[in-house]
């Protein structure tokens, strides 16, 4: 069973804890998706949505999302990693340590699907090194408050509307002014485009409860409420 940590549209979260225990009870795997969302465990913020994740099988994170690192950084976390191990590992002539034992003491191609890799992991380890769990979970909780005042911005207009809850950084509205009869969907899919091609601003796209929403996603540790004004200024502009 895969269980949402933070889902790539919204944000949003399943109960991690309850689904544990219905694994548990049927012998089920339980993975977390939290390539998104994981790291929000860091901000006090978000801890409340993380109960019982300990209790997953395995867990996705992607340090390239919300650990401010470069493409590319993702890893998978295993309760037991045995079972890694039976899973991926194979008896290939080409992969068999000779001699090597103290020297490759984690042989990474046994626990995934990749024989060659890069080393991502050192861009991981210096930013844990250099900059400290604490601060980043300061800058997360910067960007969730981010969020949470995007959507105050929203809720206090009269021309836009949230089409979905912030729970972490990422917000979903559309542009719906009054008395507009036309196709509010067609009409936020040219403000997309014209936002992008601005380049001021950038937004992607997400469909919520069959509505086409403008998507924002705070990502980046320098990004200020003051982006958030400019944001929905750049939105007015396109409109």
């Known amino acids: 069973m895969v269980a949402n940590a933070g889902t790539t549209a919204t944000g949003a979260f399943d109960p991690i804890g309850e689904l544990a225990d219905f694994c548990r009870a049927r012998r089920l795997w339980l993975h977390v998706d939290a390539a998104y969302g994981g790291f929000a465990a860091l901000a006090p913020s978000g801890r409340r949505f993380f109960e019982g994740i300990g209790e997953a099988d395995s867990v996705a994170l992607d340090p390239h999302k919300w650990l401010y690192l470069s493409m590319g950084s993702g890893c998978v976390l295993y309760r037991d990693p045995a079972a890694a191990r039976a899973a991926f590992s194979h008896g290939a002539e080409y992969t068999r340590m000779i001699g090597l034992e103290r020297d490759e003491a984690f042989?990474?191609?046994?626990?995934?699907?990749?024989?060659?890799?890069?080393?991502?992991?050192?861009?991981?380890?210096?930013?844990?090194?250099?900059?400290?769990?604490?601060?980043?979970?300061?800058?997360?909780?910067?960007?969730?408050?981010?969020?949470?005042?995007?959507?105050?911005?929203?809720?206090?207009?009269?021309?836009?509307e949230m089409l979905a809850p912030v729970e972490l950084s990422i917000f979903c509205f559309r542009y719906a002014p009054r008395g507009f009869t036309g196709d509010l969907d067609v009409l936020n899919e040219r403000i997309l485009v014209d936002v992008q091609r601005a380049g001021g601003s950038y937004l992607s796209n997400a469909r919520i409860g069959g509505k086409f929403a403008l998507r924002g996603?705070?990502?980046?540790?320098?990004?200020?409420?003051?982006?958030?004004?400019?944001?929905?200024?750049?939105?007015?502009?396109a409109v």
């Not at 996603?217 to 939105?235: I, P, S």
Request: with cysteine.
């Open 217 to 237: 996603c705070v990502l980046n540790y320098r990004t200020t409420e003051r982006d958030m004004e400019l944001l929905l200024d750049d939105v007015r502009r």
């Open 107 to 160: 042989a990474f191609w046994d626990y995934g699907p990749e024989l060659s890799r890069p080393f991502r992991a050192l861009d991981l380890w210096l930013l844990l090194k250099f900059v400290g769990a604490p601060r980043l979970g300061q800058a997360i909780e910067r960007n969730i408050a981010c969020a949470k005042y995007f959507e105050r911005l929203v809720h206090a207009s009269e021309d836009f």
